[in-house]
């Protein structure tokens, strides 16, 4: 167990719908990354907060987004959801920026219809 | 842009035979080299990872080595066991900078024959 733990660990919705993943960090980890899973593109880093400011994006559709709170959890919201999203989607957490050690959560499997 | 190649994308050994997984990383202010391990269902696990300033780091029965000139680096799994079964995954990142994402391989599915 990383200690980072991820709702729902699945979501089974239809095209044009709107999701919202949440994250919690381990306790003290004050950066989160989201990275998404499919089979066509491998493991692809989306964004990065770190203390509830955005510090990198990286392959992130325009209709999702992201925040983190001042709890230090984070959520990504998808909309206008297509059959291509469905996927993996993983947070991951770090101590603080600069140091890379990542422990990831166990996933949300995001099934769109 | 930045890129790592994964390579074998899959590999079978006997239990108690060593496996090898190479990466070659194309960002050469990359400084991070991390190892992670996926089981079926689960998040992918750190395993192992080494920083440019070390060219070797061995944690039981798992290794890694990098070669910075030749952009390098391989995990080594020796005694292997039917429970190293999984997909490994190596990633790249920049240490100290604004952002130290992970830009990950492709990944290789092991598969320990009992």
């Known amino acids: 167990d990383s200690g980072v733990t991820q709702t729902p660990k699945h979501l089974i919705t239809a095209t044009g719908q709107r999701v919202t993943l949440r994250c919690s960090p381990r306790?003290?980890?004050?950066?989160v990354y989201w990275y998404q899973q499919s089979l066509d593109q491998g493991l692809q880093f989306l964004i990065q907060y770190y203390n509830g400011e955005e510090r990198a994006k990286g392959n992130i559709l325009e209709r999702f987004s992201a925040q983190q709170f001042p709890d230090l959890h984070s959520e990504l919201n998808l909309s206008s959801l297509e059959l291509g999203d469905s996927a993996l989607y993983f947070c991951?957490?770090?101590?603080?920026?600069?140091?890379?050690?990542?422990?990831f959560g166990p996933g949300t499997r995001l099934t769109v219809l | 842009g930045e890129n790592v190649e994964q390579h074998p994308s899959t590999l079978s050994v006997q239990e108690g035979d060593s496996a090898v997984i190479k990466c070659t990383y194309s960002?050469?202010?990359?400084?991070?080299f991390p190892w992670y391990k996926q089981e079926l269902g689960k998040g992918p696990q750190l395993i192992i990872d080494i920083r440019s300033n070390v060219g070797e780091k061995k944690d039981q029965r798992i290794a890694v080595t990098l070669n910075k000139t030749a952009k390098h680096f391989s995990l080594h799994i020796t005694e292997t066991q039917p429970e190293d079964s999984a997909v490994y995954f190596c990633a790249a990142s920049r240490s100290g900078g604004a952002t130290n994402k992970l830009i990950f391989g492709t990944g290789t599915l092991l598969a320990v024959q009992p």
């Open positions: 306790s003290g980890d004050l950066s």
């Open positions: 960002d050469s202010a990359s400084n991070y």
């Open positions: 991951a957490s770090s101590t603080r920026q600069g140091y890379n050690e990542q422990f």
